[in-house]
């Protein structure tokens, strides 16, 4: 099982949509995911519609018990299951910081359904908090969107960097810091966000020590990733192709799950029906 949490201290930059549409992604290659809202704002907790009723519990069980026990919900998608946020307050940051556990908690209840997914992908919210932290120290590797704007990329270097050196302090705790792939998200054909890309990449190398490097495969700013949200559909089945050099939506997920190094050796469900 790989847990991958999509990470960014910045609002706004399409990280509920790179989290859905991976999830997505994998689910129809023939893998088993499962995908948890850890957003005060539940976007991704209604991003797919339910097959059937939604479990009992969701993301305050999941953190406050140590446990994924009657918190998954099967969404429409085959082979893709949620647990949603239930949080509207932020109570849960709040019960973080006065637990001395806390940020281990969604670790925990990972590892004992680690042999019933294949991945696991963690949406968070846009600001920097225990509940953020918890999402990051259960992860193997950190997703952070960046779109090429210079306060996203500003913020990027600030924000993300700072966030891992402070939680690279929890090493006697046992946490090892995962390494961090930024994806350039709503990449358009501009000069400016050209130039602020390679901006954005020189700002990365300039950090080796902490492992970050920029994924090659930039997601394009088209209007298939809305129209796919309000579908309630993974944007790679809408969008297979397209002319000119823009990348199709099926293309830029075959590319980014490259880049991400995940390998899927699982069938798609097509090959398996």
């Not at 085959?78 to 932020?90: F, K, M, N, R, T």
């Not at 970050?212 to 790679?236: D, F, G, L, N």
């Not at 190094?261 to 699982?266: A, F, K, N, R, Y």
Request: glycine content about 8%.
């Amino acid at each position: 099982m790989t847990t991958i949490t999509v990470c960014a201290t910045k609002g706004g930059v399409g990280k509920t949509t790179v989290t859905a549409n991976l999830g997505g992604y994998l689910a129809d290659h023939g893998a088993k995911v499962l995908i948890i809202d850890a957003d005060v704002q539940p976007t991704l907790s209604s991003y797919y519609g339910l097959n059937g009723p939604p479990a009992s519990h969701g993301l305050t069980h999941l953190i406050q018990s140590a446990s994924t026990e009657e918190a998954i919900s099967h969404t429409g998608i085959s082979g893709l299951d949620l647990i949603y946020s239930d949080d509207p307050e932020g109570e849960l940051q709040h019960w973080i910081a006065r637990t001395p556990d806390g940020r281990f908690r969604i670790r925990r209840a990972l590892e004992s359904i680690q042999n019933d997914y294949d991945f696991i992908l963690i949406d968070t919210q846009g600001a920097v908090g225990g509940l953020q932290d918890a999402a990051i120290i259960a992860a193997d590797l950190l997703v952070s969107p960046i779109t090429p704007e210079m306060l996203s990329a500003r913020e990027f270097l600030r924000g993300t960097v700072q966030m891992l050196e402070r939680l690279g302090d929890l090493q006697y705790l046992g946490f090892e810091r995962p390494p961090l792939i930024g994806v350039l998200n709503r990449m358009d054909k501009t000069r400016d966000a050209k130039d602020i890309a390679s901006q954005i990449r020189e700002l990365a190398a300039a950090h080796p020590e902490l492992e970050i490097r920029i994924a090659e495969t930039a997601i394009p700013a088209t209007v298939a990733y809305r129209k796919a949200a309000s579908i309630q559909m993974p944007v790679h089945r809408i969008e297979t192709s397209r002319s000119g050099p823009t990348l199709s939506a099926l293309e830029t997920m075959q590319r980014l799950i490259k880049n991400l190094g995940i390998e899927i050796t699982l069938p798609t469900r097509e090959d398996k029906a």
